[in-house]
């Protein structure tokens, strides 16, 4: 508290204010005279090492009438004070705010009993505060760590080490008591620190049979020979049906079944006194120079703030939400809401990583996609996140259809195809103005898109429109999900796998049509747009003998060998012949075409049957693989945007505008990897939509030798162990 105090003064002085010392708390502040004193540069000297607070403090009575209060306003007004900077817990805090809210009608009601005249009224007609929280306990919400906290660790950590040797010497098992009466903060981080074998705090009381586990573990410990069992207990520890656990009871407990040599240790206020810690006055001195600088920006419509430290930044939050959420904490934990308890004060206490995350799916459906957004939906929240929903994908976020998702929300989703939160093509260029101003109503702080090409066009429109929207400078990213599997940065696709099934199923059932009726050629169309991808995998796994695709261009010439090859085969006792093409393979070259073709070349060998598959494709409900693939994805996806929040976090806000906070999630090879997409646009076909490279095309191959055609195949693309020799076949 003393580093803060120095800050504050020397801080203020340094912008040519007045700063007055108020001793004892409040109660220096209703009893005034020699208890409100000028403070100089000099007066906050050497105070950095000492423990404690030299102005001291008291617990005030008083002042919670407002009789006390009067006299306090009284005593400010007299010495022009209009600033006040409080130094405490909740309970100080929430006492300073009412006092400001008051202090308007403490200045009439000073006025009409003639104690100030008009002119003093006037001169002090507002009243400024900001607060400062100082608890060892670590109990407030809205920032990570109070001061004091870090000290009291260290003596804890001081005690612990002073009785080890003592207790590996002895083979002795020692229970600790420590602070935290409702927060657990300073049992489990000591724990932690310490190694410790168990730790009781109170918002997490153990299950019933803990009595059992614990023995166990400490029975354990003397059979590995280890000599030092520690066990640490906040004093407010409870079981499940809110029995306290003592260390007495521990201590008991272990003798009476293990017979160990058990002792207990009460640290006391032990843990609230020698020489701060140099994180704490680091702590406490950012803090006092950012409480006067929040006092010279107050107005009178600025809420009342406390500084608070979240992650390495000193930030101002709203005081009032802040002692509401501790409040709210201990009003679970009173009606044993522990998971609850845990929730709240876990969000304050790793503040940085509480935010706010939407998900949205753009482009045609994909069987994954529901899959996808439930692992999401759930990771984050185990993430400690909010979760939204964007319904319509794009097209419904700049109309402003975004709603909390919750856990219950997704149950049942994983084996659902298509997309239930909606999806549509719609890019966000041309409404980029509505979507920040959705990101800022909704204070989204990341964006989940899963989706096929437009998902990836309109994550990279939205990269590209950072420096005109500071709103855009989240980390973004994207899962690709698309039948087509046409997006750059990955080789496998959500729902691309379901949608190659469908095509199978429906190859293998029109061959068995055909299974008493000899030399018959099937023609399907499969989809995909310009990438071949569906047509050249579902040949392979369908048997086809012919596919044409957009990638390996092909003329007249080759559509009259394929004829020629048909023609061969079907003098053998394989009768049946089965050619895929790619919806946009060929503008000339349609299907029609071929069809045409090949009936007319076959006349008097085989006939001909066309199938165009259309939306079929799109499959049902998702295959295993999809699931397990838009799962695993989904949830790398959380955990990527979790640690990338934490670290673009700074000045109480998200922002972040590298190139590595864009990115696309994609399987290469085998690993998943994480790609910018402003580098993957080089490598993308915008105007065909397909990537420049796609591996799959090295399968083609390996679909003509097993159609008996004649061609080569490269074995080193394919999965060998890394010591056989690599070896090309001859032509077959």
Known sequence: MNAAVRAVVRMGIYVEAKVYFIHEGYQGMVDGGDNIKEATWESVSSMLQVGGTVIGSARCKEFRGREG???????LVQRGITNLCVIGGDGSLTGANLFREEWSGLLEELLQQGLIDEEAARSNSELHIVGMVGSIDNDFCGTDMTIGTDSALHRIIEVVDAIM????SHQRTFVLEVMGRHCGYLALVSALACGADWVFIPEMPPKDGWEDSMCQKLSENRADKKRLNIIIVAEGAIDSHNKAITPDYIKDLVVRCLGFDTRVTILGHVQRGGTPSAFDRVLASRMGVEAVLALLEASATTPACVVSLVGNQAVRLPLMECVQMTQEVQKAMDEKKFEEAVRLRGRYLTFFCSFNVAVLN??????????AVRAAVRVGITEGHKMFAVSDGFEGFYKGEIKEIKWGDVGGWTGQGGSLLGTKRTLPGKHLDKIAEQIKIHNINALLVIGGFE??????QLYEARPGYEELCIPMCMLPATISNNVCGTDLSIGADTSLNA?????DRIKQSASGTKRRVFIIETMGGYCGYLASVGGLAAGADTVYIYEEPFDIRDLQANVEHLTQKMKTSIQRGLVLRNENSNENFTTDFIYQLYTEEGKGVFDCRKNILGHMQQGGAPSPFDRNFGTKIAAKAIQWITKTLKESYKGGRVFTNSEDTACLLGMRRRALVFQPVSQLRDETDFVHRIPKEQWWLKLR???????KYKTSYDVSDSGQLEHVTRVRPREA
Not at 165 to 168: E, G, I, R, S, Y
Not at 455 to 460: D, I, R, T, V, Y
Not at 701 to 707: E, G, S, T, V
């Open 69 to 75: 209060r009067l006299k306090a306003a009284h005593n």
């Open 165 to 168: 040797t003592t207790a590996q």
């Open 362 to 371: 753009v482009g045609a459906p994909a069987a994954g996609m529901n899959a």
């Open 455 to 460: 998902a990836f066009e309109s994550l990279l």
């Open 503 to 507: 095509i199978v199923e429906t190859c």
């Open 701 to 707: 191959p390996l679909m003509k030798i097993l159609a």
